[in-house]
């Protein structure tokens, strides 16, 4: 599946600068991104045991938000992210069972149908084949697993605000992410059947998808 976005982005220059900004991360991006976080966790059932993916963990902001008694496998490719992550599992259990992993999750070891739901914060414009990484989740989910993403996504062409997220994003991807990529195109495109999507975070900014595997 071709990539609609028109900008390229590098695998190893992400990893390379979300280690450089794990030290910082949760300063700079840790609360402006808490409510989309906050809003994309309310679409999650909450069924004690199950097991959980969450892609692109970072430094855990999210660890938090899970239901009680979750089993939460954590992977990102930053390890300067997963060692923030550790260091905050240290302090805060809140009595899951965490794993966490230094893993690309466009290529996971994980067997087929292992999760009852994937969560990809602010992950899936960071990644240079996001049909990939869609194609990654449509896998190890189970069938009638829930996933659920949330971040920056391009709407409907002819809004001035699209055609700056176009005009931007070569610049915001050497910040960290691309903002012209459509992501709910992208998921459906790449088999997941996508139930329901609303913008969150200031101004409606982001995107808040909310999907299944059929
Ligand atoms: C914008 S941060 C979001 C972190 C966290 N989910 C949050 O809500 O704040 C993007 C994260 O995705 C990770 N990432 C980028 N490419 C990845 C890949 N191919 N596999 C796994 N993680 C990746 C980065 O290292 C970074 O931690």
Redesign the pocket.
């Known amino acids: 599946m071709k990539n609609q976005s028109k900008t390229k982005i590098n695998?190893q220059y992400?990893?390379r600068?979300?280690?450089f900004?794990?030290p910082f991360?949760?300063f700079v991006?840790?609360k402006a991104?808490e409510p989309?976080?906050r809003e994309a966790f309310k679409y999650l059932s909450a069924r004690p045991g199950q097991k959980i993916l969450?892609?692109?963990?970072?430094?855990?902001?999210?660890l938090p938000l899970y239901p009680p008694h979750s089993h939460i496998v954590g992977?990102?490719?930053?390890e300067?992210?997963i060692k923030k992550a550790r260091k905050r599992l240290a302090t805060k259990q809140n009595g899951h069972i965490v794993e966490l992993h230094v893993?690309?999750?466009?290529?996971m070891t994980f067997p087929d149908n292992s999760f009852d739901a994937v969560?990809?914060?602010?992950?899936i414009?960071?990644?240079?084949d996001p049909h990939k990484?869609c194609r990654e989740i449509l896998r190890v989910l189970r069938p009638g697993g829930q996933v659920i993403a949330?971040?920056h996504s391009r709407g409907e062409n002819g809004h001035l605000l699209e055609k700056a997220k176009d005009v931007l994003a070569p610049l915001f991807v050497r910040i960290?992410?691309t903002t012209d990529l459509d992501v709910p195109k992208v998921m459906r495109e790449s088999g997941l059947c996508i139930e329901h999507v609303c913008g969150c975070n200031i101004f409606h900014l982001h995107r808040l998808i909310v999907g299944t595997k059929h």
Do not use: H
């Open positions: 695998g992400m990893e600068l979300y280690s900004y794990s991360y949760d991006f840790g991104l989309g976080r969450e892609i692109g963990i970072g430094t855990g902001t999210s992977i990102d490719i930053a300067g992210m893993m690309d999750a466009c290529n969560i990809a914060s602010y992950v414009t960071t990644v240079p990484l949330v971040q960290g992410f």
